[in-house]
């Protein structure tokens, strides 16, 4: 049962965000229940566009706060969601390495430096969490609906978390459309723009957990990052960096001006492209 949540709003630029094919046809909307208080709820449906469920649906996905705690639910699997406070966010936090970790060297981290960032592809945030947790302040850009909201919940929380809110206070979140935000930006206005775009599965790597397999679902794919790359390149003061997999292909078939290599991961970065301006 879908119930209007009564909340007007004024249109913005997320009005304009379309929602990706396959999270129309399979996503349902927010669920009621009483770890979420009403003014919650409208908060999250007007900000991102989404309905309100009275009861869940019996297939598809929706999203439904458990103890306090937003999460994408399915009757096939687990709830998906974004956390900065415990679990692997807060062991990376801990025991993560520091400044000697790749996603540090490949973003330019070098003794007192810390770029300003923007993760434009932010998903669940986890890297952007990781390069805030080092210093750097994080402009979290995402279109999709479902992760936005996670990821806002997420930082509610963090902020609210006496370990990690000087952390979430380095943070922003934009609800945009990555290329279309980025070309509004003055040219060199950020140091780094980070991509780590999804792409559809070709049975070539490891199955991933259900959870996970379920939020590409409903996210979608990138299948538009080679724009996102030139426009973050007309952007970018400093540099782009790509994470791919280690040994997954280049993003556009341009071969990078530098590349930080994993074990499992590889961080393929690009020069600024010069302006265009007289």
């Known amino acids: ?138 402009t979290l850009v995402e279109r999709s609906p479902v992760a936005a909201a996670l990821l806002d919940d997420a930082l509610a929380r963090a902020r609210l978390d006496p370990a990690t809110h000087e952390i979430a206070a380095r943070m922003q979140l934009v609800f945009a459309d990555a290329a279309d935000w980025l070309a509004q930006q003055p040219a060199g206005s950020v140091d780094v723009v980070y991509l780590d775009p999804m792409f559809p599965d070709t049975g070539k790597s490891a199955a991933a957990k259900k959870e996970m397999q379920a939020f590409q679902v409903v996210v979608g794919d990138d299948l538009d990052a080679g724009r996102l790359l030139l426009v973050a390149r007309q952007v970018a003061g400093k540099r782009v960096v790509v994470k791919r997999p280690r040994l997954g292909a280049l993003l556009t078939g341009e071969k990078p001006a530098g590349q930080q290599v994993g074990k499992s991961t590889r961080f393929d970065l690009y020069a600024p492209l010069p302006s265009t301006s007289a």
């Open 1 to 138: 049962m879908i119930f209007p949540c009564g909340l007007s709003r004024q249109r913005s630029s997320a009005d304009n965000v379309p929602l990706p094919r396959l999270m129309v046809a399979m996503f349902h909307g927010l669920l009621a229940t009483p770890d979420v208080s009403p003014a919650t709820l409208e908060h999250f449906a007007a900000g991102y566009g989404l309905p309100c469920l009275a009861t869940p649906p019996d297939e598809g996905y929706w999203l439904a706060w458990r103890a306090g705690v937003l999460g994408l639910e399915s009757p096939h699997h687990g709830a998906v969601t974004s956390d900065f406070v415990g679990g692997a966010a807060r062991h990376r936090r801990e025991f993560g390495g520091g400044a000697g970790q790749p996603v540090a060297r490949a973003i330019g981290l070098k003794g007192s430096q810390r770029p300003q960032v923007v993760d434009a592809t932010a998903g669940l945030g986890r890297d952007a969490f990781v390069m805030a947790s080092l210093g750097c302040r994080v």
